[in-house]
């Protein structure tokens, strides 16, 4: 999944935590340009939630839980995508060319149908918030735009989730 051209900025074993989180609510990685393509532009109808992933223990520590607690909303996108900046960088580089109109933010949220951003979330809106205020302005996107029925996994499995909180400057390096 990692590009070798441009390694990934962090050790890869610090920040696996932080994709588990998302992947456990049902997410899948988008880890190549191509894959980014694909899941933006080959799901004719669908709504298409993209979130970047990020070290940032401030913004990202709350924007993983609130996105996870958005997704046991009753109303949920089709297809739910993950790109970590900072690890796969090429593909996030095309993620942001999907994203006009917007300056490079992660962590942040972005929703899609038939190729077309319908919806962006900027890490603006995410610092210094809660994951419930997040949650809901999430959930208030999903009542406007998606029709898939949630949540996208059981409650008593959500209730197994661990998050992590802390600062990105405490992850080593990648070194290899």
Do not use: W
């Not at 077309?116 to 208030?140: C, K, Q, V």
């Not at 059981?154 to 992850?171: H, N, R, T, W």
């Amino acid at each position: 999944m990692l590009n070798t051209l441009r390694p990934p900025l962090y050790d890869q074993d610090s920040v696996q935590h932080m994709r588990d989180e998302l992947v456990a609510v049902g997410f899948q990685e988008a880890g190549t340009p191509d894959a980014v393509d694909d899941a933006i532009l080959n799901n004719p109808g669908k709504t298409v939630f993209v979130v970047i992933n990020s070290v940032c223990g401030c913004a990202a520590g709350s924007a993983r839980p609130g996105v996870s607690l958005a997704l046991q909303h009753s109303v949920i996108p089709d297809k739910y995508f993950s790109v970590f900046a900072g690890q796969e960088r090429d593909a996030i580089d095309r993620l942001r060319s999907h994203i006009k109109g917007f300056p490079p933010s992660s962590p942040a949220a972005a929703m899609f149908k038939d190729g077309e951003l319908i919806y962006f979330m900027p890490r603006l809106e995410i610092e210094g918030r809660t994951a419930s205020e997040i949650s809901h302005d999430l959930m208030m996107t999903f009542e406007k735009f998606c029709s898939a029925q949630g949540p996208s996994i059981p409650p008593d499995q959500f209730e197994k989730v661990l998050y992590a909180k802390m600062c990105g400057s405490k992850i080593p390096l990648n070194k290899g």
